[in-house]
């Protein structure tokens, strides 16, 4: 089939945030008791999306993981505003090669307002035709919802397209879904083989030639 649309992640594939979040995520923690190291962060957030609550004792009522949860959504979304967000070295000019020969949207698990903060300081989102965040869907990724619904909007089949991520969770979900994925490697995920990924690249470059040759085969 014929490569027609991208879906992109967005932390740590458009955007330099994976660590701040790390950090937002290990302040949150500290008061709990519970020293939170990269491991830890790649183990429960990018492979699993359980957190941490798990390890909390005595465990926190749901009612309390929320408070908890929103005070550390809050403090990450002040430094957001309060420090400079940049791209993902070279992903302004693969986006502008690739956007006037591919549809391309947003699915990230990034809340909207998080998502709109960053943003509003880039000139990344006149590439794509939508986003798609935490809030516009039930079930985050693993789970293959993110990405079907993004298959919905586009009114296209899994085999044409291609999903660009980060994480295993978010490669666990593009593969539930049916959809080719490319791993963009970053200094929290350097270490991780992704088996099941179609490619695994740590460059942009290397991704735009990736990209380039599917298109060629197509």
């Given at each position: 089939?014929?490569?027609?649309?991208?879906?992109?992640?967005?932390?740590?594939?458009?955007?330099?945030?994976?660590?701040?979040?790390y950090e937002a995520n290990r302040d949150l923690f500290l008061p709990l008791g519970l020293a939170l190291s990269e491991q830890h962060f790649f183990d429960w957030y990018l492979a699993d999306n359980c957190g941490?609550?798990?390890?909390?004792?005595?465990?926190?009522?749901?009612?309390?993981i929320e408070e908890w949860r929103n005070d550390r959504n809050r403090r990450y979304?002040?430094?957001?505003?309060?420090?400079?967000?940049?791209?993902?070295?070279?992903?302004?000019?693969?986006?502008?090669?690739?956007?006037?020969?591919?549809?391309?949207?947003?699915v990230t698990s990034a809340n909207r307002e998080h998502f709109e903060i960053i943003h509003d300081r880039l000139a990344l989102m006149p590439h794509f035709e939508f986003?798609?965040?935490?809030?516009s869907y039930?079930?985050?990724k693993p789970s293959p919802e993110p990405y079907l619904l993004?298959?919905?909007?586009l009114q296209l089949d899994a085999a044409d397209c291609l999903v660009v991520e980060d994480s295993p969770r978010g490669l666990q979900a593009a593969t539930a879904a049916g959809i080719r994925c490319i791993i963009l490697r970053n200094?929290?995920?350097?270490?991780?083989?992704?088996?099941?990924?179609y490619r695994v690249v740590d460059t942009m470059p290397q991704l735009l030639d990736e990209i380039e040759q599917l298109m060629a085969e197509g």
């Open positions: 089939m014929r490569l027609q649309a991208i879906l992109w992640d967005n932390d740590g594939v458009l955007v330099d945030t994976e660590r701040l979040f941490a609550w798990h390890l909390i004792e005595p465990r926190l009522s749901q009612a309390q979304a002040a430094r957001l505003a309060s420090e400079h967000i940049p791209a993902i070295e070279g992903v302004a000019e693969v986006l502008a090669s690739l956007s006037p020969r591919l549809r391309m949207g947003v986003v798609l965040t935490h809030e039930a079930c985050s993004g298959l919905e909007r200094a929290l995920t350097r270490g991780h083989d992704f088996p099941g990924a």
